[in-house]
């Protein structure tokens, strides 16, 4: 049946009849027509070819410079590699044929023959399109220069040679010269006018939809409408492919603008949604374990967590697949575990890719369901290329969260970190650099790290310290630095290599150690005054045996003479020596701390007349010494000895204060209550003896002033100052119930003042009465010192007691045993070689738990670990040596008076 809407109806039929004398014009007319449709559409769709083809090569370099990674050759050599596969598909999936070269003519990849690729090269232009003409067949394509990377792109259309191109080539001899002469002129005006009505409007109007890119209506003639309908099916795939290219783009664009996990995952299930256009979708994040971390949803919302199948079925599939996982019917499959936890959409159809971490571990993955007309090769494309640009930008925000909490560290760190180029000068400091050499980090970038140099190091130390980080080794040492303000200080430093895209630079960590070094300076310090302490006090302690012979035997002596006899006189003397020894003694162990503080009413006057020879001693004559006492000064309880250390240490300070000469002013007074009153210091009606020691040296600012009293603290340069003379000032004088106050001005000099409480002479004198000291009973006297042992038998026997001697611990143990139920008191003296003082009195006191034992030491009960245990164990008393015939008789009988009591 004839199809009245067909050309050979409408435009064959009607000119049949004038076909002999028409051929020819038919001819010539439809190969003009034919040609320039041909041509017009070939033009077309070579431009846009060549568009699309252009927005590809843009889109790989845009992705490469998006992502700073323009410069890393691999990363832009597979970007080339994937650039061209994606060129080859899409010239295979539009029927083009082509070549890629190198600009010095290497070829990269070619869909052509030789012989067809080099005939076309010496005819190409150097880019745009191009239409070329073999023999009957027109060849055209597009040259598209990348000069980048320096490749040159050229495609084909598959060559077309129009029939009725063909059919005009023996025009000349099927025709009869003169009947095409008359015909021609006839048929003319009607050829003319049905092919303008039947093909040429509506070609035109074709040619005009395509060339304004609207979609083809029907022209009434079912061929052109035939094209017409090919034409808006590839026009409507082309438009959908650049959308979904477009949108990819945008998507990738975008991903690197957001900073934030959850913002990202956002982005990507939006945009993703739109180009599937599924019902259900998905995009998770696993955690270590493989299970959700993060779930994001649309279309359908997961109320519960119960209601994820986490590491079941199809899930797990997914999660373990490298691939795309795509199911037409979820419920046939067998994975499925045959239904949907409560709450849970039902899927129908499944697509699903996995997210990758650089290191080509899953992190997650993204799902559509329930797609209408199930789920195209398209889409998977789509869905892999969306992954792989979401595994970027989640890598690469993890990497800024990293990065962060890296800087937040540094940042809030205590030690200092330096980094700088390989040549030294400064690329980065962080806050603490700037608190602890006081320059800001403006003024130090792009500044060489010796601006920090004290010229405390020579330069064999930095050079060694340069060729161990050249080498790639790590540096640790300690630096002697310069603060901004010229103060030095002490830094700990590690400084270690760090490469990075191809260059080299250096990290230092440094930590401020000054204090530390201050304060193990003066532990050293401490530890040598505690050595020479312990040194002095053993030789005091010696020197304490020593004279107890001494001042026994000559209070002996003194006993058995009278004023006026030959040997009083001299044993008069030995004892005032021998007093003055033990005083010596006690002062020794005094300043070593091994003897405590012996309270007593003194008059503070005498104190500083007998302190004056020594000072004269230790003060320079240029430094002229004042004395102003008030006379008739009351008594205060005090420390003679400590008092006198008082003075002492102020005076050495103030001569230091005076090192040009000056004048050292030391004066007593009396003052009322209300001068304790601020101290919160209550003291009798009678008020406070004041002490002041003042000089005429540079005075002291405001700030030393309010840390002068501190332990260690010290003005003077290192190794002339321990930083503890005041201290012990201050500790002294709180001890004793008193204050200190100082004044002091730049220039003018400092004064101390020391206030100690009055006490009544009544309330201190001592009894006149003569004590009686003779006794009886039998004493047992444990000392390794012969000389001691017969002193304390010669001193007793006299007054009654019988003494029993023994030369060791062991000797006095055993000498206890057989005579434990005679001996009425032991005396032990507590440092002996083998057997000490506490082994004697712990073995004795096993035999017999009431046995009374004094203990004897040239140390005080305070100064000797282990004598204020012994007293709370049960000791009947203590006695230091030297010691008198009174001191030690009184201990015996106050010890015997105790068990009788018992």
């Not at 409560?342 to 992190?363: C, D, M, Q, T, W």
């Not at 650099?433 to 980090?441: A, N, Q």
């Not at 001569?655 to 000056?662: K, L, Q, T, V």
């Amino acid at each position: 049946m004839i199809d009245k809407n067909s050309i050979r109806f409408k435009i064959i039929i009607p000119i049949i009849i004038f076909i002999v004398v028409i051929m020819l014009s038919m001819l010539i007319v439809g190969y003009h027509v034919s040609k320039n449709i041909f041509m017009e559409y070939h033009t077309f769709l070579i431009s846009r070819h060549s568009s699309e083809i252009q927005r590809i090569v843009e889109t790989a370099i845009n992705e490469l410079i998006t992502s700073g990674l323009i410069d890393k050759e691999i990363v832009v050599d597979a970007k080339k590699k994937t650039l061209i596969e994606e060129i080859k598909s899409y010239w295979s999936s539009n029927n083009l044929s082509g070549f890629i070269t190198t600009s010095d003519g290497k070829v990269i990849y070619s869909s052509l023959g030789n012989a067809l690729m080099k005939s076309l090269e010496s005819h190409l232009p150097e880019t745009g399109d191009f239409h070329l003409k073999r023999s009957f067949t027109h060849i055209g394509g597009s040259v598209i220069n990348i000069p980048l990377w320096g490749y040159k792109i050229v495609f084909i259309e598959e060559p077309f040679i129009p029939f009725i191109y063909l059919l005009s080539r023996d025009f000349t001899t099927a025709l009869i010269a003169p009947l095409i002469a008359i015909s021609c002129i006839f048929l003319i005006a009607i050829t003319f006018i049905v092919l303008k009505k039947n093909l040429y409007y509506p070609i035109e109007q074709i040619i005009s939809h395509v060339q304004d890119n609207k979609v083809i209506e029907k022209t009434g003639i079912t061929e052109l409408d035939t094209v017409g309908s090919v034409i808006n099916t590839a026009f409507e795939s082309l438009n959908k492919k650049t959308t979904q290219y477009q949108t990819l783009h945008s998507i990738a664009v975008s991903m690197h603008e957001y900073f934030s996990v959850d913002e990202i995952l956002n982005l990507i299930i939006d945009r993703a949604s739109k180009l599937i256009n599924a019902e259900l979708a998905a995009i998770v994040i696993y955690n270590d374990k493989g299970k959700f971390k993060k779930l994001i949803t649309r279309g359908t919302i997961i109320r519960t967590r119960d209601s994820l199948p986490e590491g079941k079925g199809i899930l797990e599939i997914m999660r373990l697949s490298l691939t795309p996982v795509h199911i037409n019917d979820v419920a046939s499959h067998p994975a499925f575990s045959g239904s949907f936890p409560e709450g849970h959409p039902v899927i129908r159809n499944l697509l699903a890719y996995p997210i990758f971490s650089g290191e080509g571990k899953p992190i997650g993955a993204m799902y559509f369901g329930n797609k209408p007309e199930g789920f195209s090769d398209d889409d998977e494309n789509i869905l892999k290329a969306i992954c792989a640009d979401a595994a970027i930008a989640l890598n690469k925000a993890e990497n800024l969260i990293l990065l962060q909490r890296f800087q937040q560290v540094i940042d809030s760190a205590f030690d200092v970190i330096v980094i700088t180029d390989a040549n030294g000068y400064i690329t980065y400091v962080n806050p603490a650099f700037e608190t602890v050499t006081g320059y800001s980090k403006e003024e130090v970038i792009g500044k060489k790290t010796n601006i920090l140099k004290s010229g405390y190091h020579d330069e064999d130390f930095y050079k060694n310290l340069w060729d161990t980080i050249k080498a790639g080794d790590v540096w640790k040492g300690e630096f002697i630095n310069r603060k901004k303000n010229g103060e030095i200080y002490y830094a700990s430093a590690t400084i270690f290599p760090i490469h990075s895209e191809g260059e080299i630079f250096y990290a230092a960590i440094q930590r401020d150690i000054t204090s530390e070094k201050k304060l193990y300076e003066q532990l050293l310090r401490a530890q040598k005054m505690e050595a020479i302490g312990t040194l002095a006090g053993g030789i005091a302690h010696d020197f304490n045996n020593i004279l107890t012979a001494v001042l026994g035997y000559s209070e002996i002596i003194l006993a058995m003479t009278k004023e006026g006899d030959p040997f009083y006189r001299p044993a008069s003397i030995i004892n005032d020596a021998a007093q003055k020894g033990a005083d010596l003694a006690k002062k020794i162990l005094m300043v070593t701390r091994k003897e405590k503080m012996e309270a007593k009413s003194i008059n503070i006057n005498e104190i500083i007349l007998d302190s004056m020879e020594l000072l004269q001693r230790s003060i320079p004559k240029s430094v002229e010494i004042v004395v102003n006492l008030k006379e008739d000064i009351p008594q205060t309880m005090a420390d003679p000895t400590q008092i006198q250390q008082v003075i002492m240490n102020l005076a050495v300070n103030a001569r230091d204060a005076m090192p040009n000469g000056g004048k050292l002013t030391i004066e007593t007074d009396v003052v009322g209550i209300e001068n304790g009153a601020a101290n919160g210091i209550h003291a009798d009606k009678d008020g406070f003896i004041k002490l002041s020691v003042s000089d005429t040296g540079m005075g002291m600012d405001t700030e030393t002033q309010r840390k002068i009293f501190d332990p260690f603290f010290t003005t003077k340069e290192t190794g002339k100052g321990t930083g503890l003379g005041l201290y012990i000032v201050h500790s002294i004088v709180n001890n004793h119930g008193g204050y200190v106050n100082l004044y002091s001005e730049i220039g003018k000099g400092t004064r101390f003042n020391i206030y100690l409480p009055i006490i009544k002479t009544a309330d201190t004198e001592e009894s006149s009465k003569a004590e009686d000291i003779k006794g009886s009973g039998t004493i047992l006297v444990i000392d390794d010192e012969a000389d001691i042992r017969e002193l304390c038998k010669d001193m007793l026997e006299p007054i009654g007691y019988t003494v029993l001697l023994a030369g060791s611990g062991s000797d006095g143990i055993n000498l206890y045993r057989t005579m434990k139920d005679k001996i009425s008191v032991v005396i032990v003296d507590m440092i002996m070689p083998k057997i000490g003082g506490s082994e004697v009195f712990q073995a004795i006191k096993t035999i017999n738990p009431d046995a009374k034992i004094i203990l004897c030491s040239g140390y005080s009960h305070e100064g000797f670990a282990g004598i204020d245990n012994l007293l709370k164990s049960g000791a009947a008393g203590f006695v230091q040596k030297p010691f008198t015939r009174h001191a030690i008789a009184k201990a015996i009988k106050n010890a015997i008076t105790q068990t009788k009591e018992a």
